[in-house]
T-cell receptor, first 114, second 117 residues
Framework: AQSVSQHNHHVILSEAASLELGCNYS??????LFWYVQYPGQHLQLLLK??????LVKGIKGFEAEFIKSKFSFNLRKPSVQWSDTAEYFC????????????FGKGTRLSVIA | GAVVSQHPSRVICKSGTSVKIECRSL??????MFWYRQFPKKSLMLMAT?????????EQGVEKDKFLINHASLTLSTLTVTSAHPEDSSFYIC?????????????FGQGTRLTVV
Protein backbone atom coordinates (compact mmCIF):
# COMPACT_ATOMS: atom_id res chain seq x y z
CA ALA A 1 0.00 0.00 0.00
CA GLN A 2 1.07 3.51 -0.68
CA SER A 3 1.87 6.01 2.04
CA VAL A 4 2.84 9.65 2.11
CA SER A 5 4.98 11.43 4.66
CA GLN A 6 4.92 15.16 5.19
CA HIS A 7 7.64 15.99 7.61
CA ASN A 8 6.58 19.47 8.59
CA HIS A 9 3.50 19.66 10.78
CA HIS A 10 3.37 23.43 11.16
CA VAL A 11 5.50 25.98 9.37
CA ILE A 12 5.53 29.65 10.29
CA LEU A 13 7.04 32.13 7.86
CA SER A 14 7.20 35.83 7.42
CA GLU A 15 5.83 37.37 4.26
CA ALA A 16 8.30 37.24 1.35
CA ALA A 17 10.16 34.30 2.85
CA SER A 18 10.79 31.26 0.69
CA LEU A 19 8.85 28.07 1.27
CA GLU A 20 9.70 24.44 0.87
CA LEU A 21 7.41 21.71 2.17
CA GLY A 22 8.70 18.18 2.16
CA CYS A 23 6.79 15.20 0.81
CA ASN A 24 7.99 11.62 0.47
CA TYR A 25 5.97 8.69 -0.69
CA SER A 26 6.36 4.95 -0.63
CA UNK A 27 5.31 3.03 -3.70
CA UNK A 28 7.39 1.00 -6.05
CA UNK A 29 5.56 1.67 -9.27
CA UNK A 30 4.72 4.64 -11.43
CA UNK A 31 2.76 7.27 -9.60
CA UNK A 32 0.71 10.38 -10.03
CA LEU A 33 1.59 13.06 -7.48
CA PHE A 34 -0.44 16.01 -6.27
CA TRP A 35 -0.37 18.95 -3.94
CA TYR A 36 -3.68 20.25 -2.66
CA VAL A 37 -4.38 23.31 -0.55
CA GLN A 38 -7.20 23.79 1.92
CA TYR A 39 -7.90 27.35 2.98
CA PRO A 40 -9.76 27.80 6.26
CA GLY A 41 -13.37 26.77 5.86
CA GLN A 42 -12.95 25.81 2.23
CA HIS A 43 -12.65 22.59 0.29
CA LEU A 44 -9.54 21.10 -1.21
CA GLN A 45 -8.13 22.82 -4.26
CA LEU A 46 -5.49 21.45 -6.59
CA LEU A 47 -2.22 23.38 -6.58
CA LEU A 48 -0.32 21.25 -9.01
CA LYS A 49 0.09 17.72 -10.29
CA UNK A 50 2.70 15.46 -11.80
CA UNK A 51 1.87 12.62 -14.16
CA UNK A 52 4.94 12.28 -16.38
CA UNK A 53 7.52 14.29 -18.27
CA UNK A 54 9.34 17.29 -16.84
CA UNK A 55 9.86 16.57 -13.14
CA LEU A 56 9.60 20.25 -12.30
CA VAL A 57 5.95 21.20 -12.39
CA LYS A 58 4.47 24.61 -11.98
CA GLY A 59 1.10 25.19 -10.42
CA ILE A 60 -1.17 28.02 -9.53
CA LYS A 61 -0.31 31.01 -7.35
CA GLY A 62 3.42 30.74 -7.97
CA PHE A 63 3.85 27.27 -6.50
CA GLU A 64 6.07 24.63 -8.02
CA ALA A 65 7.16 21.13 -7.09
CA GLU A 66 9.96 18.86 -8.14
CA PHE A 67 9.61 15.12 -8.53
CA ILE A 68 12.83 13.33 -7.65
CA LYS A 69 12.23 9.70 -8.42
CA SER A 70 15.39 8.42 -6.75
CA LYS A 71 14.34 10.05 -3.50
CA PHE A 72 10.63 9.28 -3.79
CA SER A 73 10.08 12.95 -3.10
CA PHE A 74 7.77 15.66 -4.40
CA ASN A 75 8.60 18.80 -2.45
CA LEU A 76 6.53 21.94 -2.80
CA ARG A 77 8.22 25.31 -3.18
CA LYS A 78 7.36 28.95 -3.49
CA PRO A 79 10.03 31.66 -3.65
CA SER A 80 8.08 34.33 -1.79
CA VAL A 81 5.02 33.58 0.33
CA GLN A 82 2.16 35.93 1.00
CA TRP A 83 -0.18 36.23 3.94
CA SER A 84 -2.93 34.77 1.75
CA ASP A 85 -0.95 31.52 1.46
CA THR A 86 -1.89 30.69 5.04
CA ALA A 87 -3.60 27.33 4.70
CA GLU A 88 -3.22 23.58 5.09
CA TYR A 89 -1.20 21.84 2.38
CA PHE A 90 -1.61 18.19 1.50
CA CYS A 91 0.61 16.00 -0.61
CA UNK A 92 -1.08 13.01 -2.26
CA UNK A 93 -0.11 10.03 -4.37
CA UNK A 94 -1.91 7.46 -6.42
CA UNK A 95 -0.66 4.67 -8.66
CA UNK A 96 -0.66 5.50 -12.33
CA UNK A 97 -2.90 2.55 -13.08
CA UNK A 98 -6.48 3.69 -13.39
CA UNK A 99 -9.27 4.96 -11.22
CA UNK A 100 -7.53 4.67 -7.88
CA UNK A 101 -8.03 6.84 -4.81
CA UNK A 102 -5.51 9.40 -3.68
CA UNK A 103 -3.57 8.67 -0.54
CA PHE A 104 -2.83 11.79 1.47
CA GLY A 105 -0.09 12.87 3.78
CA LYS A 106 -1.00 14.29 7.17
CA GLY A 107 -0.80 17.82 5.91
CA THR A 108 1.33 20.81 6.75
CA ARG A 109 -0.16 23.92 8.21
CA LEU A 110 1.45 27.05 6.86
CA SER A 111 1.07 30.29 8.79
CA VAL A 112 2.36 33.41 7.10
CA ILE A 113 2.82 36.41 9.32
CA ALA A 114 3.22 40.01 8.31
CA GLY B 1 -12.94 22.11 -14.70
CA ALA B 2 -14.92 19.18 -13.47
CA VAL B 3 -17.06 19.79 -10.42
CA VAL B 4 -18.08 17.56 -7.59
CA SER B 5 -20.90 18.80 -5.41
CA GLN B 6 -21.65 17.56 -1.92
CA HIS B 7 -24.76 18.15 0.15
CA PRO B 8 -25.42 19.10 2.87
CA SER B 9 -22.43 21.16 3.90
CA ARG B 10 -23.36 20.99 7.56
CA VAL B 11 -25.68 18.76 9.52
CA ILE B 12 -26.42 18.34 13.18
CA CYS B 13 -28.28 15.25 14.26
CA LYS B 14 -29.28 13.52 17.43
CA SER B 15 -27.46 10.44 18.59
CA GLY B 16 -29.10 7.31 17.23
CA THR B 17 -30.46 8.87 14.05
CA SER B 18 -29.20 8.38 10.50
CA VAL B 19 -27.80 11.00 8.18
CA LYS B 20 -27.47 10.83 4.41
CA ILE B 21 -24.78 12.74 2.52
CA GLU B 22 -24.97 13.13 -1.24
CA CYS B 23 -22.12 13.47 -3.67
CA ARG B 24 -22.73 14.42 -7.27
CA SER B 25 -20.45 14.76 -10.24
CA LEU B 26 -21.94 17.69 -12.11
CA UNK B 27 -20.33 17.54 -15.53
CA UNK B 28 -18.87 14.10 -15.92
CA UNK B 29 -19.84 10.51 -15.26
CA UNK B 30 -18.11 8.92 -12.34
CA UNK B 31 -18.17 5.15 -12.22
CA UNK B 32 -16.12 5.38 -9.07
CA MET B 33 -16.26 7.84 -6.22
CA PHE B 34 -14.25 7.95 -3.04
CA TRP B 35 -15.34 8.82 0.47
CA TYR B 36 -12.90 10.31 2.95
CA ARG B 37 -13.11 11.33 6.54
CA GLN B 38 -11.07 14.18 7.95
CA PHE B 39 -10.54 14.52 11.66
CA PRO B 40 -9.70 17.93 13.13
CA LYS B 41 -6.17 18.94 12.22
CA LYS B 42 -5.63 15.55 10.60
CA SER B 43 -5.32 14.26 7.10
CA LEU B 44 -7.96 12.74 4.87
CA MET B 45 -8.47 9.07 5.56
CA LEU B 46 -9.98 6.99 2.79
CA MET B 47 -13.11 5.26 4.05
CA ALA B 48 -14.40 3.49 0.99
CA THR B 49 -14.53 3.33 -2.75
CA UNK B 50 -17.99 3.62 -4.19
CA UNK B 51 -18.65 1.71 -7.42
CA UNK B 52 -21.62 2.40 -9.64
CA UNK B 53 -23.87 -0.63 -9.82
CA UNK B 54 -21.93 -2.75 -7.35
CA UNK B 55 -20.96 -2.94 -3.72
CA UNK B 56 -18.62 -0.42 -2.21
CA UNK B 57 -15.14 -1.42 -1.15
CA UNK B 58 -14.37 -0.43 2.42
CA GLU B 59 -10.99 0.25 3.92
CA GLN B 60 -9.82 -1.79 6.85
CA GLY B 61 -11.40 -0.68 10.09
CA VAL B 62 -14.40 1.05 8.49
CA GLU B 63 -17.72 -0.47 9.50
CA LYS B 64 -19.72 -1.08 6.35
CA ASP B 65 -22.94 -1.48 8.31
CA LYS B 66 -22.50 1.93 9.90
CA PHE B 67 -21.39 3.76 6.78
CA LEU B 68 -23.74 2.66 4.03
CA ILE B 69 -22.72 3.63 0.54
CA ASN B 70 -24.98 3.58 -2.47
CA HIS B 71 -23.85 4.49 -5.97
CA ALA B 72 -27.08 4.19 -7.89
CA SER B 73 -26.17 6.28 -10.91
CA LEU B 74 -23.11 7.52 -12.74
CA THR B 75 -23.42 10.94 -11.14
CA LEU B 76 -24.56 10.23 -7.60
CA SER B 77 -23.12 8.44 -4.62
CA THR B 78 -24.58 8.61 -1.14
CA LEU B 79 -23.06 7.95 2.25
CA THR B 80 -25.47 7.20 5.08
CA VAL B 81 -24.18 7.30 8.60
CA THR B 82 -26.52 4.97 10.45
CA SER B 83 -27.30 5.15 14.17
CA ALA B 84 -24.92 8.05 14.51
CA HIS B 85 -22.98 8.59 17.70
CA PRO B 86 -20.91 11.56 18.86
CA GLU B 87 -17.70 9.80 17.81
CA ASP B 88 -18.99 9.86 14.23
CA SER B 89 -18.80 13.64 14.29
CA SER B 90 -16.33 14.57 11.62
CA PHE B 91 -15.79 16.15 8.23
CA TYR B 92 -16.74 13.84 5.38
CA ILE B 93 -15.48 14.50 1.87
CA CYS B 94 -16.26 12.81 -1.40
CA UNK B 95 -14.07 12.74 -4.45
CA UNK B 96 -14.14 11.58 -8.03
CA UNK B 97 -11.72 11.46 -10.90
CA UNK B 98 -12.94 12.55 -14.29
CA UNK B 99 -12.63 10.02 -17.09
CA UNK B 100 -10.43 8.42 -18.13
CA UNK B 101 -9.26 8.62 -14.46
CA UNK B 102 -5.75 7.55 -15.23
CA UNK B 103 -3.56 10.64 -15.36
CA UNK B 104 -6.32 12.90 -14.15
CA UNK B 105 -6.68 14.81 -10.96
CA UNK B 106 -9.24 14.09 -8.29
CA UNK B 107 -12.02 16.60 -7.72
CA PHE B 108 -13.40 17.06 -4.27
CA GLY B 109 -16.74 18.02 -2.88
CA GLN B 110 -17.08 20.87 -0.43
CA GLY B 111 -17.28 18.43 2.44
CA THR B 112 -19.97 17.79 5.04
CA ARG B 113 -19.47 18.76 8.66
CA LEU B 114 -21.41 16.22 10.72
CA THR B 115 -22.06 16.93 14.37
CA VAL B 116 -23.83 14.31 16.42
CA VAL B 117 -25.27 15.54 19.69
Amino acid sequence: AQSVSQHNHHVILSEAASLELGCNYSYGGTVNLFWYVQYPGQHLQLLLKYFSGDPLVKGIKGFEAEFIKSKFSFNLRKPSVQWSDTAEYFCAVTPNSGNTPLVFGKGTRLSVIA
Amino acid sequence: GAVVSQHPSRVICKSGTSVKIECRSLDFQATTMFWYRQFPKKSLMLMATSNEGSKATYEQGVEKDKFLINHASLTLSTLTVTSAHPEDSSFYICSARAPPAKNTEAFFGQGTRLTVV
